[in-house]
């Protein structure tokens, strides 16, 4: 890859998406993983695997390199503050009145995508500190996709970018 990518894991409930999202990122050649709010890790605090994080993202745990951040929205803002301050461009994926589509989104930067909760999305308090927020225009009746399926369409748009 020419830029690098990180992803932003925030308040993910589900084992399930985050495993997915590990092997995404892996195939997508994602530099980091920042799991924040209450994601869960791969490990826990005790040293113990979550089975249900490896089993779906099949060894990717051990091949992306992930970083647990914290719970709150203050230790967000300082990853997004220390991401920009090495250059990164922060980019949200949620629905807003001023998200822009995700295949109209251009940069030269190095890329942190943040992805949010299954249900609330990326929090207000998030969104206000990020560079751009995009979204995944929906053509059928649902307006949304799940996460691990949303941060796949938006990682590998983005990994498209980087790369060209």
């Known amino acids: 890859m020419n830029k690098k990518m990180y992803l932003v894991l925030h308040d993910i409930r589900s084992a399930h998406n985050v495993g997915s999202l590990f092997r995404t990122a892996d195939g997508m050649g994602v530099s980091k993983i920042y799991l924040t709010g209450y994601t869960g890790a791969p490990i826990d ?6 089975s249900k994080i490896s ?8 091949t992306v390199p ?3 951040v914290g719970d709150t929205t203050e230790l967000m803002t300082e990853l997004i503050q ?4 090495d250059g990164v461009e922060v980019v949200a994926l949620e629905q807003t ?17 943040i992805v949010g909760n299954e249900v609330e999305g990326v929090p207000e308090e998030i969104l206000k500190h990020v560079d751009t927020v995009v979204e995944i225009p929906m053509y059928g009746k649902k307006e949304s996709l799940n996460v691990s399926n949303a941060g796949a369409i938006a990682l590998y748009e983005l990994a498209h970018l980087i790369t060209h």
């Open 82 to 85: 220390l991401l920009h301050s």
């Open 55 to 62: 089993k779906v993202s099949l060894g990717a745990e051990d």
């Open 66 to 68: 992930w970083e647990k």
């Open 97 to 113: 009145k001023n998200s822009i589509p995700l295949h109209e989104y251009r940069t030269k930067k190095d890329i942190a995508l």
């Open 45 to 50: 605090r005790f040293g113990r695997k979550d």
